[in-house]
Every structure is written in C-alpha cells, then in structure tokens.
C-alpha cells in the first residue's frame, strides 16, 4: 500500500502520524486483522466448579506476528485487554483529532 501521508495538511498530518506510531494502535490493528480474516483462534476456558468473573475466560491466539511462524511469534490476548485497549487507544486519537479541528479556524 503507498504511503500517502504527505498529501495531508499539517495539523492532519501530525494527527495521522501520531496514529501510525503509536503501538497500541499497531497491536490493536493486528487483532483486527486476525479477527476479521478469521486468522485467530479462540480460547474458551471451562471449568468443573462455579466461574466467577470475566478475567481469563475468553481470549484469541492472534499470529503470526512475526515470521518465521512459531508459538512464540503468537499473540495472546484476552477479551477484555481488546475491549480496553480499544477504549484507551480510541480516547486518545479521538481526543487529538477534536483537538486539531477546533486549533482549525
């Protein structure tokens, strides 16, 4: 894909490059791909006993995220950690690009 990011304004371009650079960012648009593409595979814990809680029930083996592809090159990530890294992440791009539209005169 070309790199297109030249083309845009500065406030916008600084906006943009803050995304690309940022990891959490990258490490959520890994889980998305995966997801999407159905590259994942899911974790379901059981149990023989009363489950209490959410922490540690369902979660993704999200890879290859390095080759050459071993265990080691996965990402494992529970539910919850991509539902809050969403939120973390999206508050703080969504924050910045209100910020630049109102520095807009």
Known sequence: MQDNRHLALPPWR???DGVVVDARYDK???VRNALVH???FRIVHGATGAISGHSMRYGYNVGPLIPPVQSSS???IMAREVV???RDVAL???SAFVAVL???P
């Open 14 to 16: 600084a906006w943009i």
């Open 74 to 76: 996965h990402l494992t």
């Open 38 to 40: 159905a590259d994942a």
């Open 92 to 94: 703080t791009h969504v």
């Open 102 to 104: 109102k520095s807009i």
């Open 28 to 30: 959520l648009l890994r």
């Open 84 to 86: 809050e890294l969403s």
